[in-house]
């Protein structure tokens, strides 16, 4: 098993992750999240809050579920492209 390093500075739902191999972002809130990590791959994640359980996906999935997101959400679309 290796080690990791991850420190995160949230700024609302804005969130920016910081580690061993770069800078990630994000956006969301509880529960659901889209982002890029440092490495450039974007992610979808899913949680149930308060469980420890999640679901996350990377790849195409992340643009095609912004549509979902309320309509104040859309500029999270800019940050994934």
Do not use: H, I
């Not at 990791?4 to 949230?10: A, Q, V």
């Not at 529960?31 to 990377?58: C, D, H, I, Q």
């Not at 997101?69 to 859309?74: I, N, Y």
């Amino acid at each position: 098993m290796g080690f990791y390093y991850r420190k995160s500075l949230n700024f609302g739902p804005f969130r920016v992750n910081l580690g061993k191999s770069g800078l990630g972002y994000s956006l969301g809130g509880r529960g659901f999240r889209v982002g890029r990590t440092s490495r450039a791959r974007s992610y979808t994640a899913f949680s149930l809050p308060g469980t420890g359980l999640g679901y996350r996906k990377s790849a195409a999935g992340c643009l095609v579920l912004l549509a979902a997101l309320p309509t104040g959400w859309f500029a999270a679309r800019w940050l994934l492209v």
